[in-house]
Every structure is written in structure tokens, then in C-alpha cells.
């Protein structure tokens, strides 16, 4: 932090005066310190306080001030205003009057864009700006984004290298999207065991083990089904083959649950 503090960083005055007033970097808390670098932010940084101002106009539901507050704070190049911003037109929080006032439609467009397109295709564009602060939340939904055409045209090569970026972090939730357009051949070349190395990647994250075991189940019998010589238009009970294996996938996931939770019960006693 101090490091951080002799270069300017603002947020790390805030940090490090949060160090001190809970005792993380004396103890018991060092309250002079602590005022003496949260009175550095204020100092030197206005828009702290109008951050607070916006969020607590959005805790009060008061979506117009909060959206102009972090507006202001993005357009001056913060971070957490570009992503707040990007996050309550995504979330389409009745912004209609002030989001028509500051970003009109271009009436010459055809077809004509839809409210709602109107908010993705702005949100894309404060997502990309927060994306390139390194906000790992951001470049996900920027790759959502594009894998799914919202507020742009569909581009699964460009979903697919902002899902890198983030697996490249070791983000779960981009290392299991990776693993999937892999194994579905989307927008790269389909290949099973490349699917399986990112599928295990994001395993190593407790929140992603129940997902990528079911994902691990699906894609081995892929492989096994993908090289059978029945047919594909076989059916189980009269259910289509797919549907079939996914009831099972979803049984079977349970049951692995239900035996990790029971592990872990008996490993505390």
C-alpha cells in the first residue's frame, strides 16, 4: 500500500487508512493514521464523495442520481464509475428519460434499435472501457456480450478471446466458458482433450466443482457417443437421446454432491 500511496494511487489512501482503523497494520487500531489517509482522499479526490453519494442514491432506489454520479466518474476515467454504469443499463433499471436525453437514438438507423438494444449497446460500451482497467467482472460480461449479440453483432472469435484474457487470470467462470466452446467447437477448432484441460482448470475452484463435473460426465460420453456407430436419432423412453443424458447428468450430479457434502462432514469430526 504505501508503495501504492507514494505513486498517487488515491485508492490506496483509502486502503491503507482501512489498515489502520481495523487494526490489520497495528494493533490495537491506529486512528491518526487512519484519519490521516482517508483525509488524503478527500483532499485529493472530490469524486470519492460522489461515489458515496451514488451509492447510496442506488440503495434508496433513486437509479436516476446514482446513474449520473457514476456516469460523471466514468466519463473522468474511473474504473468503478465505468462499471456501475455499465451494470444498471445491463440490469435495464428504468433509465429510459435520462438514458434518451444523454444517448439518443440515431433516428436513421434501420430497423430501429429497441430500448433495450439501446441499453446493450451503450453497456458494451462502458463494459470494454472497465475491461480495459483490468476489471475481471467486465471482461467476462464484455465476452458474454459478444458470444450472445447483445447490444452488438454476434462474434464468438471475440467472446472467446475476452474469455482468455480472463482464464488467463485463472477465472473460473471464463476457463469453463473456454472449455465448452472447445468441446462444442465455437468459434475455435473442437478438441475434447483441450475441452477436459480447461474443464479441470476451473475445477480447481470450489465454486466451479459441481458444474465442471457435470460438464466432465457430458463430455466423455460425447466422446464415446461422438465415435458410436448407432444412431444419433435413438431415443430412451421415448425421450430424445440428448435430453435423456442430461436428466441423468443432473441425477447424477446430485449424487455427487450429496457424497462430497457427506466427505466433509465426516472429515470435521
Known amino acids: 500500500y504505501q508503495r501504492r500511496v507514494h505513486g498517487g494511487q488515491l485508492l490506496a489512501h483509502y486502503e491503507l487508512g482501512n489498515v489502520y482503523a481495523d487494526g490489520t497494520a497495528a494493533n490495537p487500531a491506529n486512528c491518526v493514521m487512519a484519519v490521516k489517509y482517508y483525509r ?34 466514468a466519463e473522468m476515467g474511473y474504473e468503478i464509475g465505468q462499471s456501475n454504469v455499465a451494470y444498471m443499463l445491463d440490469q435495464l ?54 458470444y450472445y449479440g447483445m447490444g452488438t453483432k454476434q462474434d464468438i472469435k471475440k467472446s472467446e478471446s475476452y474469455y482468455r484474457d480472463a ?29 477436459k484441460r480447461y474443464y479441470d482448470l476451473a475445477g480447481q475452484h470450489d465454486q466451479a ?4 463435473q457435470l460438464a466432465l460426465i457430458y463430455l466423455n460420453l460425447q466422446r464415446i457417443w461422438g465415435t458410436s456407430l448407432l444412431p444419433h436419432e435413438i431415443t430412451i423412453f421415448g425421450a430424445p437421446m440428448e435430453d435423456a443424458i ?12 450429496v457424497l462430497r457434502h457427506t466427505a466433509r462432514q465426516n472429515n470435521r469430526r
Open 40 to 73: 488524503g482522499v478527500f483532499e485529493k479526490a472530490p469524486e470519492v464523495l460522489r461515489f458515496e453519494e451514488a451509492h447510496s442514491a442506488y440503495l434508496s432506489a433513486e437509479y436516476h442520481t446514482a446513474f449520473f454520479n457514476y456516469l460523471i466518474m
Open 167 to 195: 482464464g488467463e487470470r485463472s477465472n473460473p467462470q471464463a476457463l469453463f466458458n473456454i472449455a465448452y466452446m472447445h468441446q462444442h467447437g465455437l468459434g475455435v477448432d473442437r478438441d475434447f482433450y483441450l475441452a
Open 93 to 146: 433499471m428504468g433509465l429510459d428519460d435520462i438514458e434518451e436525453y444523454l444517448y439518443p437514438m440515431n433516428p436513421n438507423h434501420n430497423p430501429k434499435p429497441t430500448l433495450e438494444d439501446h441499453y446493450r449497446e451503450r453497456a458494451l460500451i462502458w463494459l470494454k472501457r472497465s475491461a480495459e482497467q483490468n476489471n475481471i467482472d467486465a471482461i467476462i460480461k464484455a465476452g458474454d456480450y459478444y
Open 209 to 212: 466443482w459441481a458444474p465442471v
Open 246 to 257: 442430461l436428466a441423468l447428468l443432473v441425477g447424477l450430479l446430485g449424487f455427487l454432491l
